[in-house]
């Protein structure tokens, strides 16, 4: 697996950042189960709100409409997306993670509850995101080329951890063949932002280390993360009144039911 993904980065160096993005979806969705879906776009709420451009979408596709606009770009109503991903040829300055990190935050901040509506059949729960880890999306920057020095990196990330929401925080950082950076809980190595009490640097000591660590997860994130079907009733309030001219008999009040018409028919 990280053999292929890495020939295919390094096959077309010179290529434009979106063939690039290309390769790590293709990749993603080649080796994760079918029932979730890989994309690009954007992810929306109930009350309207759209996160910044994604380069990476996973949803859960048989529960998520996808919508497209003008330009084939594609919506994703974000009780249904599951995960999200940044990818950069080289991330070399803290401010091009912090550009990274308010790009994946973009998603945090939607309303994944749908106003206290949206429900995880599979758990019977309500979701709750600012509450619980599991019912938040799932983020991630992911760098092909060349990356910052994961300690200044690590480093970096605690000190963000003191001036954002928690719950904003990335969950997972893996530079390609070098290392992974996510978070440290009581019961060891985590990307469990809410519960983690520092940040955890894994170097890579073979290559494939890191990739496949990254893999292990964004697949387990990827099973435990609770989502909703589109909750329709809080997505269109607009429409909630219907105004009809209604037709009916008017031999009797209130007026027969239809079905009574066709009786002994």
């Not at 451009?53 to 994703?76: N, S, V």
């Not at 040829?89 to 993670?97: A, K, L, M």
């Not at 009490?197 to 890191?210: H, K, L, M, N």
């Not at 997505?235 to 009786?263: C, F, I, N, Q, R």
Request: aromatic share 10%; net charge negative.
């Amino acid at each position: 697996m990280a053999t292929k993904l890495r020939s295919k980065l390094l096959a077309h160096p010179g290529e434009v950042g979106a063939a690039r993005e290309e390769v790590v979806r293709e990749f993603l969705s080649a080796h994760l189960p079918k029932r979730f879906e890989v994309s690009t776009g954007f992810a929306f709420d109930c009350s309207g709100t759209i996160s910044d451009q994604l380069d990476i979408i996973i949803y859960e596709a048989g529960i998520c409409p996808r919508f497209e606009i003008p330009g084939g770009k594609f919506l994703f109503p974000c009780e249904a997306v599951l995960a999200v991903g940044q990818v950069k040829s080289s991330v070399t300055s803290r401010q091009q993670c912090k550009d990274a990190f308010e790009n994946l935050a973009s998603v945090k901040r939607l309303d994944r509850s749908a106003r206290g509506t949206a429900f995880d059949r599979r758990y019977s729960e309500m979701l709750s995101p600012i509450d619980n880890y599991l019912h938040q999306v799932f983020t991630f920057l992911f760098v092909t080329g060349a990356a910052m020095n994961p300690d200044s990196l690590g480093e970096m990330l605690l000190d963000e951890a003191f001036r954002i929401p928690i719950q904003e925080m990335p969950n997972v950082i893996v530079a390609l063949d070098r290392y992974l950076i996510t978070y440290h809980c009581d019961d060891g190595v985590c990307p469990n932002v809410m519960h983690a009490r520092g940040v955890a640097i894994q170097r890579a000591e073979r290559p494939s280390d890191a990739i496949l660590r990254f893999y292990l997860l964004l697949g387990r994130a990827l099973e435990a993360t609770r989502s909703s079907s589109l909750p329709y009733w809080e997505y269109l309030p607009k429409h909630h009144d219907m105004p009809a001219k209604v037709l009916s008999s008017s031999v009797e009040v209130p007026p027969p039911h239809l079905g009574v018409w066709t009786e002994g028919v």
